[in-house]
Every structure is written in C-alpha cells, then in structure tokens.
C-alpha cells in the first residue's frame, strides 16, 4: 500500500512539472525557400462599447476625432476575421492599441488579442502614446463626459504579457521595448518610444540606444535580420506635420539601426500611409520606415510584410471590406452596408474642416471657394490613402488647383504643394529584394 502511494505521489510530482515546465519548443528556422507572413495593425484605438453611448455628447465628441471611434470594435473583428482565414505566421500591433489608454479598453483588446493567438498567430505589442498613464481615459454616460480608471506602464506589461514580454530574450531597463526571437534568423525589436505618456512626442534615451546596439551585436553574431516596431515614426514622412510624429532624435536613432544592420522599420502614430527610407552615405545601407495608416482612419486598411530570406521583403497594405463583411453578417446598420461613402463622408467632414474653415474666410467668390475645397479634399483622400503617384497628380488639373497656384502665400498653398512635392510614389507597395 505504501509503494502505491509513492508511486502515485511520483507521477503526481511529474504530472505536476510536465504542466507547470513545459520543455523549452525549439525556435524554428525560416528556411531559404520560404516566406513568413506577418500583418500590421496600426494605430486601432479600440474603445470598448461599454464606454459609450447614443447621446449628442459623444456624437459631439465624434466629430472632434480623425478616426470612426464607434466601429473600433467591429474593424478589428474583420481583422480578426482575415486572420482566421489568411492565417499569418505573426501579427504586429505598432502602439495606441486603445481610445485613451482605459482599462477597460485594455483588457477587452486583450481578450481579442488571446483569440488572434489562439488561432496559431503570435502577436506582440508596444504601447503608444495614448495607452498609459492617460488621464483623459474617457467615457460617456448620462449624456455627459466621464473619466474612467487608465493603465500605468507596469498594469500594460501585466496585461500584455502574452503578447511579447513573457516571450522577450532581453529587455530594455529604461523602457518598455524588448526583443524577441519568434526565428533562429528573424527576430523583433520592439520599440516603446513615447518620451512622456501620454503627451504626443517620441525620444529613445542613450541607454536605450546603447541596449539597441547590443541587440544588433546579438543579432550579427546568430545571423539573424531583426525587424523594427516602434509607435512613432523613424523619418519625416511629411515636409508640414512631422513634430511630436518623427522621434525627436532620430539621427542617433537612425544611427544605432545602421550599426545594428537594422533595415525594415514598421511604425504607426501619424495616420496616414507612407513610406520613406534614408541611405548612409558612409556604408550605402538603406533603412525603410513604413508608416502604416490607422485602421480607424478612412481608407481603413493594415499591413502585410512577407519576408523571404532568399527574396526579400514584399510590402502591402489590405483595404478592409466592410460592406461585405456587413452583408455576410446580416448587419443592418446603413453606415456600414454603404461603407465605402459614409467612410469617405466622414473623412471629407472630419479631416477636411480646417481646410474649409481655412478656405471659407479666403478672398474668393462661393464658386471658387468650392472649387478649392474640391480639390484640397480630393487632394486629401489620396494623401492619406498613400498615394503620391499619378492618382494624385491629376487633381493638378483640377481648376481648384489653379486657383490655389494663382493665391498669396497661405496655408492651403503650402499644404497642397507639401503634397504635391512629396517623394512620388505609391506607399500602399513596396518590394525590397535581397542580393544573395
Ligand atoms: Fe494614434
């Protein structure tokens, strides 16, 4: 009876130590003749529907903000939705994960985020600007604006620990970044660059730099590429708002990447699509920062990278469906069975107003003033929507546009031409192929 119940003991303590440590899973390679796939979700601002209401304040709110708040939720279900389909091998979120940082928004876009991985995709995250220490963490009740609890640094970590920091081989003392190695030969250097949530601006301090740097030695010596995600931007990507987007010390940043053979940058934080990149005049490496368009923000879109150690990297951006996803659902919501024109009307109402608040006290007849806001608005979709090619340059050709050639230095001059004058491109693809 006695040997019986050791025994059992012993398979008790193995069981035991079989759940509680499982043995270390081999991290796989990414071999030569294969891809990996990895989606970008940029900038969702997830606000949970417990936090808002039908009253004039938060219609009134609403028209205060670029991004649909009220269907946060439901474009990170068709997102949720491809990635069921389209199983990709990793989803990256590059910051400003909820509407002001609530809790309550926080540990509703961690149960979304448990069903993503549970369906066999890993998903790491950092924090943006808006997602701690936010005291505007706001809701709405009784028609009117209320404040609710938000998350400090070490409640974020808590929360996401899933979603990288329990997986990360090293992590930053000074901040939230850390590294991990989903691959043998592709790791992640995730990137907390907000210098003092939740104010807008970005800054990577010199310890930080420094741990960077030793990332990249690691990375050298094990041969592997590391991909960068950071919430703010490494490069300008416009020659008007870059302030507060771009992080304040980007040439020591851009630095740090070049020693660290660092060349594919994924951010988020401006809103709009683009891509730029800088070359070292020194050494000839190129670095890319892809800025990915919020999913909230009109054209409503992610990113897809597939990276190929023999190939490269093939960049692209994925245009939500929604009416389609409206139909299939049996939704009976107008707004989203005609998605397509209330996303635009939105944009037109809520990007465009400075514009024609800017345009309506200008020296113009009401048929110019018109033909003027045309353009700026048409000028403005394209913009955002990343394309700086010829989708835009025909708008030259637009009357509006002449009108704006003919005024005095003004605002709507300069930003139309900072438009026009940008890289032209279009930021919706990108291939980057490898010289092996
Ligand atoms: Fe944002």
């Known amino acids: 009876m006695k040997n019986v119940i050791i025994i059992l003991g012993v398979i008790a303590i ?7 440590y499982p043995p270390p899973q081999e991290v796989p390679m990414i071999n030569l003749d294969e891809s990996i796939k990895i989606y970008i979700v940029a900038d969702p601002h997830y606000m949970s529907e417990k936090l808002t209401e039908e009253s004039e304040t938060f219609k009134n709110y609403l028209g205060t903000v670029d ?14 939705k491809d990635i069921k389909e389209n199983k990709p091998d990793i989803v990256v979120f590059p910051g400003d994960l909820t509407n002001n940082g609530s809790k309550v928004n926080h540990q509703e876009f ?12 890993k998903v790491y995250v950092v924090p943006g600007n808006h997602d701690i220490g936010n005291e505007k963490a706001l809701y709405f009740k009784d028609n009117e604006v209320k404040l609710t609890d938000y998350v400090t640094k070490d409640e974020f970590v808590k929360i996401y620990q899933d979603y990288g920091y329990k997986d ?14 989903p691959y043998q030969n592709l790791w992640f250097l995730m990137l907390d660059t907000t210098k003092e949530y939740p104010k807008p601006g970005g800054y990577l301090n010199r310890d930080t730099l420094d741990w960077i740097v030793s990332c990249g030695e690691m990375a050298k010596e094990e041969n592997a590429e590391i991909i960068v995600v950071m919430h703010h931007n490494l490069l300008d990507h416009s020659d008007i708002v870059w302030e507060d987007y771009t992080v304040d010390n980007n040439t020591s940043v851009i630095n740090a ?27 000839g490496q190129t670095i890319y920062d892809i800025a990915t368009s919020s999913l909230p923000v009109f054209p409503h879109q992610y990113g897809q990278l597939i990276y190929s150690p023999s190939k490269g990297y093939t960049y692209e ?10 139909l299939e659902n049996n939704l009976r919501d107008e707004n989203l069975l005609s998605f397509d024109t209330y996303a635009e009307e939105f944009f037109i109402e809520n990007l465009c107003r400075k ?18 806001y045309y353009t700026v608005s048409e000028m403005n979709k394209k913009y955002f929507s990343g394309y700086r090619n010829e989708e835009l340059q025909e708008l030259m050709d637009t009357e509006g546009f002449k009108i704006i050639q003919s005024l005095d230095e003004c605002f709507i001059q300069e930003y139309v031409m900072g438009m026009i004058e940008d890289e032209i491109a279009n930021n919706n693809i990108l291939h980057i192929p490898f010289d092996n």
């Open 14 to 20: 193995i069981f035991f130590i079989a759940i509680n």
């Open 67 to 80: 991004r649909l708040m009220h269907y946060t939720g439901l474009l990170l279900d068709i997102v949720e």
């Open 110 to 121: 961690e149960k979304r985020l448990r069903k993503i991985k549970a369906s066999g995709t």
């Open 168 to 181: 990360a081989v090293s992590r930053d003392e000074n901040s939230l970044s850390y590294l991990v190695k």
């Open 257 to 283: 990447f070049f020693e660290s053979d660092i060349q594919m940058v994924l951010s988020g934080h401006i809103h709009i699509q683009d891509i730029k990149s800088t070359t070292s005049s020194v050494t």
């Open 317 to 326: 951006t994925i245009k939500l469906d929604v009416e389609n996803y409206a």
């Open 355 to 372: 514009h024609r608040k800017s345009i309506s006290v200008m020296d113009l007849t009401p048929e110019e003033k018109e033909k003027v």
